[in-house]
């Protein structure tokens, strides 16, 4: 019952949005370690949509909601105020459509997700740039400055890039009136930091940090294809993800990880 009663809400909401909550709390997860990035993040979603669905009710009727919030409870775990200044708060986001207000709202769900004003730090990826089209600084200027604004609002601490090469990151740089304060470079395209882009970021004090994250983390068809797994839905296909972030709460002291987790949304385009 509870997999039909999930479809059917699915059915009738408009956006989903989906928290894992803290990883280290899923036993089962814990024993596994997935081999990519990638795998990662599709078994989360899967574990989360088939957790979530098996415990929905029968009465549905105070449940239709527009916006419908797939979270398995016993995995969220907000941080204790008195210990806030002892951790650091680090989120790493990825645009699945190209769209820059999607970034204040994963912000304000990650915000509200750990019970924290706000986030220590916020990389973002590269949005998806079209088939045949580089990236340059005018599509990235628009979440740039959305990113600024989370930092003025004080939201955000700092912020920072990923997989800019030298040339695009001092556009960038000079151009932005908050600057990176980091930009990570993924090993898997170049076994050594560029020379240039070392130099750089050392005359500029940007943190340059490693990563093995693909280059499209969610893809459409991906998730499209846990969504029918998990749920037996048929119209799968209708549901797009817009954005997925990725946190992790630090022990400033200690340097180990307490928290991780994942928090996407994803939007319903029916025909």
């Not at 979530?52 to 979270?71: A, R």
């Amino acid at each position: 019952m509870g997999t039909d009663s999930a479809r059917a809400l699915l059915e009738r909401a408009a956006i989903l949005t989906l928290q894992t909550g803290n990883l280290l709390n899923w036993g089962c997860l814990r024993k596994k370690c997935p081999a990519t990035p990638g795998e990662e993040v599709r078994d989360c979603i899967q574990k989360t949509l088939t957790e979530w669905s098996s415990k929905i009710g029968q009465d549905l009727n105070q449940e239709v909601l527009e916006v419908l919030e797939c979270t398995v409870a016993q995995a969220i775990e907000k941080i204790n105020p008195e210990e806030r200044d002892e951790l650091k708060v680090s989120a790493k986001l990825f645009i699945v459509g190209s769209n820059s207000s999607s970034i204040r709202d994963a912000v304000d769900l990650a915000c509200s997700a750990l019970g924290v004003a706000q986030l220590d730090s916020v990389i973002i990826a590269p949005p998806p740039v079209e088939d045949g089209t580089s990236l340059s600084l005018e599509y990235l200027q628009p979440y740039w400055q959305e990113l600024e604004n989370l930092v003025q609002n004080k939201k955000i601490v700092a912020i920072g890039t990923s997989d800019l090469d030298k040339t695009l990151l001092e556009q960038l740089y000079l151009w932005a009136q908050v600057k990176p304060s980091s930009n990570q470079v993924n090993l898997a395209s170049c076994c050594v930091m560029p020379p240039d882009l070392t130099a750089f970021a050392k005359q500029f004090d940007i943190q340059l940090l490693t990563h093995n994250d693909p280059k499209e983390l969610l893809c459409e068809a991906s998730f499209q294809e846990v969504l029918q797994e998990s749920i037996q839905d048929t119209k799968a296909h209708e549901w797009i993800p817009l954005w997925l972030l990725r946190y992790s709460v630090i022990v400033k002291s200690r340097g180990i990880i307490k928290s991780k987790g994942y928090i996407m949304q994803a939007k319903r385009n029916a025909s």
